[in-house]
């Protein structure tokens, strides 16, 4: 006989591990035992060496469903006089220094809903119902090790019949922590506004809840990591109140649909999207609108020819859908902007003159969790929103004691999309999204999410990433703790939107990095955002950028469109040629107010460099009317567009994005792009002019995938990455992806970190832990 000790890491807790463990080893005939501590799974072994070997095969290769392997370290322990007789497993141990991975909330498994729907069976209809192959995780979690004492599942203490289901090894159940039954679990009560119970019986309440919502009433309803506002998704009414009242006018609204058959009456989607729909992560999808179907209102999404779908993921959706029997809009509880609310208690104070009722369970949610939405752009998953199901995530590197810096570091991340990173060790985490930290709540929520890992991690970073700009809340938060005596590094803002790419493969060497985004403080003051860098961990070159313009009205740039074009056209031609063109998105101007704006504008030192910008252009000229009322609105305008258009077979683009050379690297033309597409709209042609403007709008962005194309062929040498919120324009992704695929380039993929600014902690964090000093290289 032979024994070893193996230590196991990755996400091995709360998910099966100890009784997978248990059961192989009791089909090797090997003796030992299995213990959870804070650094992982300690498992130790005797056996005949043929069968110890098998064992570690058999564990690398078919691990638990919801379970992920980093390690398997092994070494040898002495044989005692006297080894153990059979396989046991202990309790868990706990330790002051935890390394081991908390689990995303993940969704029902086919098992447990099979049993809510058996009248038979004792979870019949119970919306609790979970196994140690779903259910929640992160959002109850307290501390680690996971166990239910250290979980919000500690106060319902288990009945007989749960219990010994808790203490089989042989149980799906066994030691699934939130596990409980309609005798001893959480249950649902029915509140009213003023916060009158209206009914505490689980099954009652879903029926008086369906009932409200197909009489078109918004309710507040508790699920996993935070309440959803619902209302039946077909109600015009009822979406039009919920916008008015949430003050949400334009935004589109997520549906919950009860099944793959539902979704593909709503969206076409192709095999890769309604994989992703169907995934255990249950993410928001965003799918391409069915032109004809009658189940959900205009108003769910309007001007645009997207619908996020996504399914019930929990027994709670599944029953409520099911009594429906129609989709629901499932938004975030939540004032526009502010995080999603866990508690009751907040969304009557918060959201009382909101919601008609509000449907609430007395399971506390201990860590707040969005949901996650994606898309299939470029050929792969790109998350937009990182959250349920993916979050925590946790990335594996091979940096070791050897990297640049000693120490753990904490990145907090961007103003929007707000995120946090750290690491321990070579493990790098990447916090569930947290929002846009412009208000009080938000950045309760940030500190509160900064406590989590706190708790679990015990965590004492040597230092402190940020972005570079100064007045950004996270970065006004580290600033103020490096005065008291921690590191601190800013990071600029399109270097960290690459490195976040490489540190999702985890990339060190150089990389031709294309960062299109709406803006991020550059060098020097400007205003970046159409940046092509060479990068590394270390710093950056700036090689290429849109051609600066300049833009007058602050803020109320990222909204009103229409300033964006005049400052294009601003130092292009003289005032009355801009009058001459008789452009309706400047024609709202009355003859003074445009003067005033173009002098303005033409003795502004505020340059930007900005390809969202450049987007929000193009949008105005070719019919966008209104304000941006929320971000991404024009980008979707002129994709929606786009989409229209018919080209003829063999037709060639007419639009050219033009690069040329200056002393520092290359210059994207946008002002000469807006010029050519001014001309193409009064010159007209054969077609109608809506149908020119369609044309004109997905040549717009195929000009913008060839300059890239052109560019990277500048750097044959190099691996690309494409960054940046502006890559989340689809018809932009599939053609970069495609003309670098067919030039034989390595492309980085996403990865599941947010192409967005949900990723920019990530590559905050990689810089640090590279020495980075914060600097341009050039």
Same mark, same amino acid.
């Given at each position: 006989?032979?024994?070893?000790?193996?230590?196991?890491?990755?996400?091995?807790?709360?998910?099966?591990?100890?009784?997978?463990?248990?059961?192989?080893?009791?089909?090797?005939?090997?003796?030992?035992?299995?213990?959870?501590?804070?650094?992982?799974?300690?498992?130790?072994?005797?056996?005949?060496?043929?069968?110890?070997?098998?064992?570690?095969?058999?564990?690398?290769?078919?691990?638990?469903?919801?379970?992920?392997?980093?390690?398997?370290?092994?070494?040898?322990?002495?044989?005692?006089?006297?080894?153990?007789?059979?396989?046991?497993?202990?309790?868990?141990?706990?330790?002051?220094?935890?390394?081991?991975?908390?689990?995303?909330?993940?969704?029902?498994?086919?098992? #447990?809903? !099979? &049993?809510? +729907? *058996? =009248?038979? /069976? @004792?979870?019949?209809?119970?919306?609790?119902?979970? %196994?140690?192959?779903? $259910?929640?995780?992160?959002?109850?979690?307290?501390?680690?090790?996971?166990?239910?004492?250290?979980?919000?599942?500690?106060?319902?203490?288990?009945?007989?019949? #749960?219990? !010994? &289901?808790? +203490? *089989? =090894?042989? /149980? @799906?159940?066994?030691?699934?922590?939130?596990?409980? %039954?309609?005798?001893? $679990?959480?249950?649902?009560?029915?509140?009213?506004?003023?916060?009158?119970?209206?009914?505490?019986?689980?099954?009652?309440?879903?029926?008086?809840?369906?009932?409200?919502? !197909?009489?078109?009433?918004?309710?507040?309803?508790?699920?996993?990591?935070?309440?959803?506002?619902? %209302?039946?998704?077909?109600?015009?009414?009822?979406?039009?109140?919920?916008?008015?009242?949430?003050?949400?006018?334009?935004?589109?609204?997520?549906?919950?649909?009860?099944?793959?058959?539902?979704?593909?009456?709503?969206?076409?989607?192709?095999?890769?999207?309604?994989?992703?729909?169907?995934?255990?992560?249950?993410?928001?999808?965003?799918?391409?609108?069915?032109?004809?179907?009658?189940?959900?209102?205009?108003?769910?999404?309007?001007?645009?020819?997207?619908?996020?779908?996504?399914?019930?993921?929990?027994?709670?959706?599944?029953?409520?859908?099911?009594?429906?029997?129609?989709?629901?809009?499932?938004?975030?509880?939540?004032?526009?902007?502010?995080?999603?609310?866990?508690?009751?208690?907040?969304?009557?104070?918060?959201?009382?003159?909101?919601?008609?009722?509000?449907?609430?369970?007395?399971?506390?949610?201990?860590?707040?969790?969005?949901?996650?939405?994606?898309?299939?752009?470029?050929?792969?998953?790109?998350?937009?929103?990182?959250?349920?199901?993916?979050?925590?995530?946790?990335?594996?590197?091979?940096?070791?004691?050897?990297?640049?810096?000693?120490?753990?570091?904490l990145a907090v991340g961007p103003q929007q999309k707000n995120t946090l990173a750290l690491n321990l060790g070579s493990h790098l985490f990447l916090s569930p999204h947290i929002g846009d930290l412009f208000s009080v709540e938000a950045e309760a929520y940030f500190e509160r999410t900064l406590a989590t890992f706190q708790r679990l991690y015990s965590i004492a970073p040597a230092g402190i990433a940020c972005d570079r700009h100064p007045d950004y809340s996270s970065s006004r938060w580290a600033h103020a703790r490096a005065q008291a005596g921690q590191g601190l590094l800013p990071v600029q803002h399109h270097h960290a939107h690459v490195l976040a790419t490489m540190a999702a493969n985890d990339i060190s060497s150089p990389v031709l990095g294309f960062c299109f985004d709406g803006s991020g403080l550059g060098d020097e003051g400007e205003i970046w955002g159409g940046e092509v860098l060479l990068c590394r961990p270390s710093?950056?070159?700036?090689?290429?950028?849109?051609?600066?313009?300049?833009?007058?009205?602050?803020?109320?740039?990222?909204?009103?469109?229409?300033?964006?074009?005049?400052?294009?056209?601003?130092?292009?031609?003289?005032?009355?040629?801009?009058?001459?063109?008789?452009?309706?998105?400047?024609?709202?101007?009355?003859?003074?107010?445009?003067?005033?704006?173009?002098?303005?504008?033409?003795?502004?030192?505020?340059?930007?460099?900005?390809?969202?910008?450049?987007?929000?252009?193009?949008?105005?000229?070719?019919?966008?009317?209104?304000?941006?009322?929320?971000?991404?609105?024009?980008?979707?305008?002129?994709?929606?567009?786009?989409?229209?258009?018919?080209?003829?077979?063999?037709?060639?683009?007419?639009?050219?994005?033009?690069?040329?050379?200056?002393?520092?690297?290359?210059?994207?033309?946008?002002?000469?792009?807006?010029?050519?597409?001014?001309?193409?709209?009064?010159?007209?042609?054969?077609?109608?002019?809506?149908?020119?403007?369609?044309?004109?709008?997905?040549?717009?962005?195929?000009?913008?995938?060839?300059?890239?194309?052109?560019?990277?062929?500048?750097?044959?040498?190099?691996?690309?990455?494409?960054?940046?919120?502006?890559?989340?324009?689809?018809?932009?992704?599939?053609?970069?992806?495609?003309?670098?695929?067919?030039?034989?380039?390595?492309?980085?993929?996403?990865?599941?970190?947010?192409?967005?600014?949900?990723?920019?902690?990530?590559?905050?964090?990689?810089?640090?832990?590279?020495?980075?000093?914060?600097?341009?290289?050039?």
């Amino acid at each position: 006989m032979k024994a070893i000790s193996l230590h196991v890491g990755g996400i091995v807790q709360g998910v099966g591990f100890r009784p997978h463990v248990y059961r192989l080893a009791r089909e090797l005939a090997l003796r030992g035992h299995v213990l959870n501590d804070a650094s992982g799974v300690h498992i130790d072994l005797y056996g005949e060496p043929t069968q110890l070997a098998r064992f570690i095969e058999q564990l690398r290769q078919c691990p638990p469903p919801l379970a992920r392997i980093d390690f398997i370290h092994e070494s040898p322990l002495p044989m005692p006089p006297w080894p153990p007789q059979d396989f046991e497993i202990r309790s868990s141990q706990a330790d002051d220094k935890a390394t081991v991975l908390v689990s995303a909330d993940k969704s029902s498994c086919d098992a #447990c809903l !099979a &049993e809510i +729907r *058996d =009248p038979e /069976d @004792r979870h019949f209809d119970y919306p609790f119902t979970n %196994c140690t192959h779903c $259910g929640p995780r992160y959002s109850l979690i307290r501390a680690l090790p996971y166990d239910r004492v250290n979980t919000s599942m500690a106060a319902f203490a288990m009945c007989p019949e #749960c219990e !010994a &289901e808790y +203490r *089989d =090894p042989m /149980d @799906r159940r066994y030691h699934a922590q939130p596990v409980s %039954c309609p005798q001893c $679990g959480p249950h649902l009560s029915l509140l009213s506004v003023s916060g009158e119970v209206l009914c505490d019986d689980s099954s009652r309440a879903m029926d008086l809840t369906a009932d409200m919502l !197909a009489s078109g009433n918004i309710l507040a309803i508790k699920g996993l990591g935070g309440f959803h506002l619902v %209302c039946d998704a077909n109600n015009a009414d009822a979406v039009a109140l919920l916008r008015q009242r949430k003050h949400r006018p334009a935004k589109p609204l997520a549906v919950m649909v009860p099944d793959l058959d539902c979704a593909k009456q709503l969206a076409i989607g192709s095999q890769e999207e309604w994989q992703l729909l169907c995934s255990r992560e249950k993410p928001i999808v965003l799918l391409h609108k069915q032109p004809q179907q009658s189940l959900v209102c205009e108003a769910v999404a309007p001007g645009i020819d997207r619908l996020g779908l996504f399914l019930p993921y929990t027994p709670l959706h599944q029953l409520l859908l099911a009594r429906c029997g129609f989709p629901l809009v499932a938004t975030s509880a939540n004032q526009s902007g502010d995080p999603i609310i866990t508690d009751s208690e907040q969304v009557l104070a918060r959201l009382g003159k909101v919601v008609d009722a509000v449907l609430d369970h007395n399971r506390p949610i201990v860590n707040g969790c969005d949901d996650s939405v994606v898309q299939w752009a470029g050929g792969q998953m790109q998350v937009i929103r990182l959250a349920r199901g993916y979050a925590p995530l946790c990335l594996e590197s091979r940096l070791d004691s050897q990297r640049e810096t000693d120490g753990d570091w904490l990145a907090v991340g961007p103003q929007q999309k707000n995120t946090l990173a750290l690491n321990l060790g070579s493990h790098l985490f990447l916090s569930p999204h947290i929002g846009d930290l412009f208000s009080v709540e938000a950045e309760a929520y940030f500190e509160r999410t900064l406590a989590t890992f706190q708790r679990l991690y015990s965590i004492a970073p040597a230092g402190i990433a940020c972005d570079r700009h100064p007045d950004y809340s996270s970065s006004r938060w580290a600033h103020a703790r490096a005065q008291a005596g921690q590191g601190l590094l800013p990071v600029q803002h399109h270097h960290a939107h690459v490195l976040a790419t490489m540190a999702a493969n985890d990339i060190s060497s150089p990389v031709l990095g294309f960062c299109f985004d709406g803006s991020g403080l550059g060098d020097e003051g400007e205003i970046w955002g159409g940046e092509v860098l060479l990068c590394r961990p270390s710093g950056y070159q700036r090689l290429a950028h849109v051609r600066s313009f300049a833009v007058t009205g602050g803020d109320k740039v990222a909204t009103e469109p229409w300033r964006v074009l005049l400052g294009l056209l601003a130092y292009e031609l003289i005032d009355d040629s801009i009058h001459a063109l008789k452009l309706p998105a400047l024609e709202r101007l009355g003859e003074l107010q445009r003067a005033n704006l173009l002098r303005l504008t033409r003795s502004s030192r505020l340059k930007c460099s900005s390809m969202g910008r450049l987007f929000d252009a193009a949008a105005a000229l070719l019919g966008f009317e209104g304000p941006i009322l929320f971000e991404g609105q024009a980008g979707l305008f002129l994709e929606a567009l786009a989409a229209k258009s018919q080209p003829k077979n063999g037709s060639s683009n007419c639009l050219r994005l033009a690069i040329t050379p200056d002393d520092k690297g290359f210059v994207l033309d946008g002002h000469g792009l807006i010029l050519a597409m001014i001309d193409a709209l009064r010159a007209g042609t054969d077609v109608s002019a809506e149908q020119l403007k369609a044309d004109l709008a997905r040549q717009f962005i195929l000009a913008l995938s060839q300059a890239v194309l052109e560019l990277a062929d500048h750097y044959p040498d190099l691996p690309v990455v494409l960054s940046g919120g502006v890559f989340q324009n689809r018809t932009l992704a599939d053609a970069c992806v495609a003309g670098l695929q067919q030039r034989g380039r390595t492309l980085l993929p996403w990865g599941q970190v947010p192409v967005n600014d949900g990723g920019i902690a990530l590559g905050q964090l990689w810089a640090a832990l590279h020495g980075n000093k914060g600097e341009s290289l050039t």
